[in-house]
């Protein structure tokens, strides 16, 4: 079993929709990351949180420590967020860590 | 222009032959990190290295080599050893550990 499992694989939405991705985690942990990878390759940081609640613009990130949860939410959702959103990690070791261990990934469909 | 360069953005390697990304920065950032990333997989670290002339292996670093002679650069090698070598390498920057990871543009390598 992967250590960070993101839901759904695939999501295809409408222009406008509000939507949420699901990251969950098996591990103790001292951060969590969202990543945006466009169709070029390219990726992204989004949100580094180790609690609680952060937004950017259409963005917002939030995270549950005790239920080992986070969502990613993209309101009034448009073509141009259309992307693989990855999840990842810091597990907490003890020490200072430098390794992230990812989710696989969702890939985001935005129609018009 | 600040950021991450990666060179070239398509590699060729022929069997047997070693063959050497790049990997520059001028973000002034200790950290820096190769991953490997292939279809339907998350990103796997091979190696990072938190300061000059120190690395570590990562998850999958066998076929793998790195140096870090200067801070700005981050070169890796993958060598005849690697067996299934084809795949997208990213390299990653960050200031210190469990920090936001910035990345570079990626190098697709492909077997002839």
């Known amino acids: 079993k992967n250590e960070v499992e993101q839901s759904p694989q695939n999501l295809t939405a409408q222009e406008g929709e509000f939507i949420t991705i699901n990251c969950s985690y098996s591990?103790?942990?001292?951060?969590l990351h969202w990543l945006q990878q466009h169709p070029g390759g390219g990726i992204v940081s989004l949100f580094m949180?180790?609690?609680g609640k952060k937004k950017h613009g259409r963005l917002i990130a939030t995270i549950n420590i005790q239920e080992k949860h986070s969502s990613l939410h993209i309101t009034a959702s448009h073509p141009r967020d259309s992307a693989v959103y990855i999840c990842a990690v810091n597990i907490n070791s003890g020490g200072s860590n430098y390794k992230l261990t990812f989710g696989k990934g969702t890939l985001l469909t935005v129609n018009p | 222009d600040g950021g991450i360069t990666q060179s070239p953005k398509y590699l060729f390697r022929k069997e047997g032959q070693n063959v050497t990304l790049s990997c520059e920065q001028n973000l002034n950032h200790d950290a820096m990190y190769w991953y490997r990333q292939d279809p339907g997989q998350g990103l796997r670290l091979i190696y990072y290295?938190?300061?000059?002339?120190?690395?570590q292996k990562g998850d999958i670093a066998e076929g793998y080599s790195v140096s870090r002679e200067k801070k700005e650069s981050f070169p890796l090698t993958v060598t005849s050893a690697q067996k299934n070598p084809t795949a997208f390498y990213l390299c990653a920057t960050s200031r210190g550990s469990q920090e936001t990871q910035y990345f570079g543009p990626g190098t697709r390598l492909l077997v002839l």
């Open positions: 949180l180790s609690s």
């Open positions: 290295s938190q300061i000059v002339n120190d690395f």
């Open positions: 591990v103790g942990i001292s951060a």
